[in-house]
């Protein structure tokens, strides 16, 4: 479910999406039809700082830390 939800916001940005708020939407949207899973954070950050970004201007790395029961799984993707 973590590598569909980095691959969702990979491919959003490839078709030309570069607001960050809309991949945080799409990738939270799709996490909450896993019904074990709670969303610690879902991150769109500049690759470099890790900072958050607003726009996606930069080499990003979209990532994400969801709990399912007791087991927290954390994963991250760059988008170029």
């Not at 916001?9 to 799709?30: C, F, I, P, S, Y």
Request: proline fraction near 4%; charge should be negative; include cysteine.
């Amino acid at each position: 479910m973590l590598y569909k939800t980095l691959s969702l916001a990979k491919q959003l940005w490839q078709d030309g999406e570069t607001n960050a708020d809309a991949l945080h939407r799409e990738m939270r949207l799709l996490t909450q039809q896993e019904p074990l899973a709670r969303e610690d954070y879902v991150s769109i950050a500049d690759a470099s700082t890790l900072e958050e970004l607003s726009i996606i201007d930069c080499p990003t790395l979209a990532s994400l830390a969801v709990r399912i029961g007791k087991t927290r799984l954390i994963d991250n993707l760059p988008l170029g």
